[in-house]
C-alpha cells in the first residue's frame, strides 16, 4: 500500500508553519513587539508538534526498511501516521519499527539543541515541551519495546492492528 500524499502535505506543511513561526517568534522577540508572546507560544507549541511528526516518521522509516507491513491513517486528522500490523509482523520488524521512532527523536533533540535557545520565550517553551515529549516516550514506548525484546507477544492497542481490522 501507498503512503498517502495527503499525509505527507499534512507532516511538511506542520512542520514549514512550525519553522516559520519559529522564526518569525525570534524576529518579533528581537524587536520587542507587542506580538512576541503570543509567537512564542505558537512556536512553542509548533515545535514539539513537528517533532512528534518527526518520531512517528521515523516509526514508519523503521518499520518500511525491516519490510513490516503498515495500514496508513485514512483520515488527515489521525493522530497516528500508520498502524502495525501485529498479525502480519515480527518482533524483528516490531523492534526495528521502534527503534526508527527512537532514532528520529534523538536526533531531532541533538538538532533541537544546537538551534533553539532559552534567550527566546518559544524556544523555552519548546525545549520544556520537547522534555515532557522525550519523557512520554519513555514512560509508554520504551517499557514496550524492552518486553518484546526479551521475548513478550507483539503488543495491541490503538496504534496496532491485527491483520484486517
Known amino acids: 500500500m501507498r503512503l498517502p500524499r495527503r499525509l505527507i502535505?499534512?507532516?511538511?506543511?506542520?512542520?514549514?508553519?512550525?519553522?516559520?513561526?519559529?522564526?518569525?517568534?525570534?524576529?518579533?522577540h528581537d524587536a520587542a513587539s507587542a506580538y512576541a508572546w503570543p509567537a512564542a507560544l505558537a512556536a512553542g507549541l509548533l515545535i514539539p508538534l513537528a517533532a512528534f511528526l518527526v518520531h512517528e516518521w521515523g516509526h514508519l522509516v523503521g518499520a518500511r526498511a525491516s519490510g513490516a507491513r503498515v495500514v496508513y491513517a485514512e483520515r488527515i486528522r489521525s493522530v497516528f501516521l500508520f498502524r502495525f500490523d501485529v498479525a502480519r509482523n515480527d518482533r524483528?520488524?516490531?523492534?526495528?519499527?521502534?527503534?526508527?521512532?527512537?532514532?528520529?527523536?534523538?536526533?531531532?533533540?541533538?538538532?533541537?539543541?544546537?538551534?533553539?535557545?532559552?534567550?527566546y520565550p518559544g524556544d523555552a517553551i519548546a525545549l520544556g515541551f520537547a522534555a515532557l515529549g522525550v519523557l512520554a516516550t519513555l514512560v509508554l514506548e520504551v517499557p514496550v519495546a524492552w518486553r518484546v525484546w526479551r521475548g513478550a507477544a507483539l503488543p495491541t492497542g490503538a496504534a496496532f492492528v491485527s491483520g484486517r481490522d
Do not use: E, K, P
Open 9 to 28: 502535505v499534512r507532516d511538511l506543511g506542520v512542520i514549514a508553519l512550525a519553522l516559520g513561526v519559529w522564526r518569525g517568534s525570534h524576529v518579533l
Open 92 to 119: 524483528r520488524q516490531f523492534l526495528a519499527m521502534s527503534n526508527g521512532g527512537f532514532a528520529a527523536s534523538l536526533l531531532l533533540l541533538a538538532l533541537l539543541g544546537t538551534r533553539l535557545s532559552v534567550r
